[in-house]
């Protein structure tokens, strides 16, 4: 199959592309920057871009769409024009350039109120409920997408669930950097549990529903480890690998959702050079459970994660001591 | 009578079909019906409304079985019956054409829901005979089942006797048919009957509807309190509801006093199976109505739902159970000829063996001076009370005696409510010797416990210490109340007290005459209450027969007879001596808390009977051990002496029964399992548990923990040995939702539900139809079996391991789990004293959370990281050394400073509770203790 991988130069993007190689296909990115997949083929260019993804798509089989902007704050705009317009244009060049098959990589925030989840299977994605620009993009997007599903095109949603791993500058590198230097606070009692997706495992998923999309078209499916743990012992373990101190003061859940509300609406009038402290969405992320029935995604997707949760922390700690 | 109600209540009004739209009711099954009224002689015609899926299965093509006509009571309507039509209709839908099919036809009766007022009111009388004139309307044809609640139960049954013909069986709920002599009808119906309260009541407002629907448990929804209401809107539209309050026969003199006579008095006739499903929580229709009724059809099937109430129709998920029912005893009848020849012939029928009588030893003797009994510290008394077999023999007759001379007789119920000690055990063996059923109930199950436990069985005799009588008298518990102490009269008097034992025994020895015939074997013995710890207690009913294998049983298992010095350090267990013939003590102990039993009070009580067999509860083994240190050189000799030490009624650890055991260097230790249902069903000794530990390490030894053989998954639990002589145990495989679905089977290392059979089982639940029928499913038909609600498998060697309770079961993404096996892994970690094995989340994709107990205890609840660890596990991370102890994985380790449990054993863990805890906190609720 020839595939095209967009948004490759993320961590998740990279590791797609080496999974999707590794399975014996022909690649080609498509990102604003080189993606440095061994054995892929680069194509230059933004989302935004229509002309530029229309010629990516060309002469392709299969899409597997990941580039999106992916952050806690900034200009409602520029969420909707990356990740809802950016989304539109890949389904119109897929349709144009006669593409059969395209995985949308979503996230389970696409379908989340604020209330735990706790083992429930893929909810319908709703921009109405979603917490924030993100992911209020990124449902209408999976939306669309699921909306073009066809029988010339077959389309599937894959929503890993907190992604992280060696080399991740979005939940580790945030992570640690807080707990450096000492903004990193244990919301509750930190017992919420919560399941995540090591890098590989998402990677593989990804992979494996490109295989199976013939079979599981039009649905969406939540991809994890299938290891929910208490909040706070992930924030240690990850803590550990990178040698920080883990959180060591508390703040009351409801506190902390107080003051993310408080700070996104400070941050919209003065936005400050990096990203909230806090906001209303990391509250609720950090204090009530996530976790997902996962039966349903294994069985269909025919997959099953290989790097478990301990194995993932001691690799972290590997690239970290590098 | 009418004269007592408003004018308006008269108003005549056509019959119409109910507004469309109510909660629950398909407009589909309701019809308006033209019948006849054949007593009136000017040929008038009443029109009525009911439901009826006749025409559904017509359309259907399916013929019924039968018709069930439900008739229901004041002040509701044929809307109570909705769910039951619902139901009926939607099990023809099944493939199985042999399903008994039933059409349903629910009416309102006149002047009720939406049938005509017809401006005249009616009498109990009038109500059957319009009854009558619709089943003739219809041309209902047989056979005809039928169902009523409240005063409709009392015109469902007038029906029924007046229609032996057709009649295949009558179900009823909550209701009445007789006011027992002497007592006064229920104070709320008193009160409505009042003449300035019964118009204003019922009619002018709907105070007597809404306080009917308020009487639900749960709440009724809004919803389906507007269906309730639709036909009553307005005082004009409720005339019938005042007129049915009115027509409450409150005496003889009453118009329809003689039509309710007629009705109790015939009900005796019925020859057709019957079932009475109560709801206890009833102002109105209180348990001693369910008694009347029981004694009329001593037939029937009865399920008492504990917690339900008067709308037990709207309490309880009824349908299923009438249904069940119905195909059970009515159904199969029709077909029962045809599958007679081809009955279970690979089983072996149990044969019964004659047994001794369980008072046979104190007529043996009953002229011997040897001990029978000895209470270390009995109540009130600073010294030790030795009974002799002679004074016991005697004590038992004078009783028994007494008994019958203040009118208790064979079968009444006898609640004894006395510790155990010398007049429980009097008291017990003149019941049994006089054929009267003994209700035990032991405090261990808490004052609500017991008051359910009471009054669910309906004693017509209290037999009561102080503390008993009294929380008898608070909580209104019914029957005769007799005192095994002398009370004051003022006290005797506001206790209720007709007796005291003492009154009784001298009415004994003055009788001069024998006692009367033994009672038969097959008759009902003993009622006794399990400990409640999985749901409300219940009622276990065993016949002379079964407590005498019962007895014959440990006789065998432990060699207990005659001369045999027993401790029973589980007061209960005390009783059993004189059946055994064994010299019983029991030592000085606060028999509500077990775990307050010391080493030196079971010393001297071993000293003060050269004790050869000790019977120690579980929950009392740790403080036994805990205060081992304070025995004396005399009481360590007198331990010495035992031969045969016992710890049973919940799982015991091999550390804590071999520390027990090595206070007793000559005994042998067992521990046997069994359930209130069945006391003794497997026995292990301490050397058994050894040795399959030791088979247990070596086979997990065998296996990489990482691989993939069957015997990695090997769910450990607890051994509990080989059954005993005359038991057999079978295994209910699990499914992937945890249900105990397989066929009850032999086959080795299969987890499920265990399974069990003996002569020395229960013979059924009282009052619990539902209950019984879900004991024995699956079973072979003809034979006693009782599933244990306990999980476990069999081993090559056919000894049984104890995995865990049924509801305990968690069902993991990958398959079943259960806690006990885990558990043990987890205890084997130091510094953690006990552990409890959870699952959370939804059913099939639960996770695993362990909750530990650690030494030194932790003062709150929290969640177990490498910060948080316990003083005693220091630098290490005790959530990974809990994970790394088992084999599955594990979600979270949640640290508790105590794991709750029941209150009987003090360990059985609570791991219903616990789950529900930790499910709260591990979604982010409040950190509090479970």
Redesign the interface.
Known sequence: MRVLVTGASGLLGRSVAEAVVAAGHEVRTFQRRPSGVPGATDSLGSVTDRAAVARAALGMDAIVHLAAKVSLAGDPAEFDLVNVGGTRAVIDAATDAGVRRLVYVSSPSVAHAGA?I???GAAVADPGLARGDYARTKAEAELLALDADSPRLRVVAVRPHLVWGPGDTQLVARIVDRARSGRLPLL??????IDTTYIDNAASAIAAALERVDHVHGRSYVVTN?????V??LL?GICAAAGVR?PAWRVS?GLARVAGSAIEAVWRIRPGADEPPMTQFLAEQL???H?F???QTRADLNWAPAVSLDEGFRRLAASFAR | MTSRLPRTASTPAAATLPLAGLAGLDPAFSRLVEVPERSSATGVTRTWHVLDNGAELERRGVRPTGTILCVHGNPTWSYLWRRLLTAATDATADARTEAAAWRVIAVDQLEMGFSERTGTPRSLATRVRDLTDFTDAIDLSGPVITLGHDWGGVVSLGWAVDHAPLLAGVMLLNTAVHQPEGSPIPAALRLALRGGVLGPATVSTPAFLETTLALAHPSLSTEVRNGFRAPYRGAARRGGIGAFVADIPVDSAHESAPELDRIAESARTLAVPALLLWGPRDPIFSDRYLDDLVDRLPQADVHRFEGAGHLIAEDVDYPPVVLGWLGERVGERASLAETAGTTETAETVETEVPRLPLWHYLEELQDNSGTALIEMAPPGGRRPRVVSWRLLSRRVREIAAGLIGIGVKRGDRVSLLVPPGADLTAVLYACLRIGAVVVVADAGLGLRGLTRAVRGARPDHVIGALPGLLAARALGWPGQKISTVRLSPPLASALGVSFTLGDIAGLGRSFDEALPARPDVDEIAAILFTSGSTGPAKGVAYTHAQLSALRDALAVQYGIGVGTGLVAGFAPFALLGPALGATSVTPDMDVTSPRTLTAASVAQAALAVNATVVFLSPAALTNVVATSVSLTTADRRALAGVQTFLSAGAPVSERLLGEAAALMPGATAHTPYGMTEGLLMTDITLDGIRAALGADKSSHARTDPDSTDPDSTDPGGVCVGVPAATTRVRISALDENGEATGRPDEVPHVTGEIVVSAPHLKDHYDRLWLTNRESARGTAPGQRWHRTGDVGHLDDVGRLWVEGRLPHVITSPDGVVTPVGLEQQIEAVGGIERAAIVGVGPVGTQQVVAIVETTPRERRARFATARFATASLASADLASVVRGAVRHPIAAVLVVPRLPTDIRHNSKIDRTRLAGWAGGILSGGRMIRP
């Open positions: 735990s706790v083992g429930e509750g009692h930190g017992a919420a549990l299938g290891e929910p743990r208490p706070a012992e240690a883990a859940a204090s009530t459970a976790w029935d996962q039966r």
